[in-house]
């Protein structure tokens, strides 16, 4: 008897997708490039002003410049919004919203 093929489960997939940082899923999926350990953009970007190693395996980054450290991982980002298309929904409508708002929040010159 052939052996069936199982999809992995969500809960199995999630701890990889998901950031430790906010636990969600990755939104804009950066790497550090030391470790290879993922975040979202945001979420690594705020965390490397006050902190100049890994959050997950303390791998010292770059000590004066830690953005130089990290770089966006697109494919780890498709994987998210292929597996969890809520995500992609989602963040696409937060987006929408956030520039809407800005849009409105700019001043309207004479
Ligand atoms: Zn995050
Ligand atoms: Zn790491």
């Known amino acids: 008897k052939p052996p069936t093929y199982k999809r992995p489960r969500l809960s199995d997939i999630n701890a990889e997708l998901t950031c430790i940082l ?8 950066t790497t ?4 290879l350990h993922s975040f979202c953009k945001s979420c690594i970007v705020k ?7 890994c959050p997950i395996c303390e791998t010292q ?4 410049k830690p953005l130089l450290s ?3 991982d697109k494919i780890l980002q498709d994987i998210v ?5 809520d995500v992609f929904k989602n963040e696409m409508h937060r987006r929408r919203d956030y520039y809407t708002t800005n849009t409105e929040a700019v001043p309207v010159s004479a």
Do not use: M, Q, W
């Open 47 to 53: 965390y490397l002003l006050t902190n100049k190693c």
């Open 81 to 85: 919004y292929k597996l969890i298309p």
């Open 32 to 35: 550090i490039s030391e470790c």
């Open 22 to 29: 906010c636990n969600g899923y990755f939104i804009d999926a």
């Open 70 to 72: 990290i770089r966006s």
């Open 61 to 64: 980054v770059h000590g004066t």
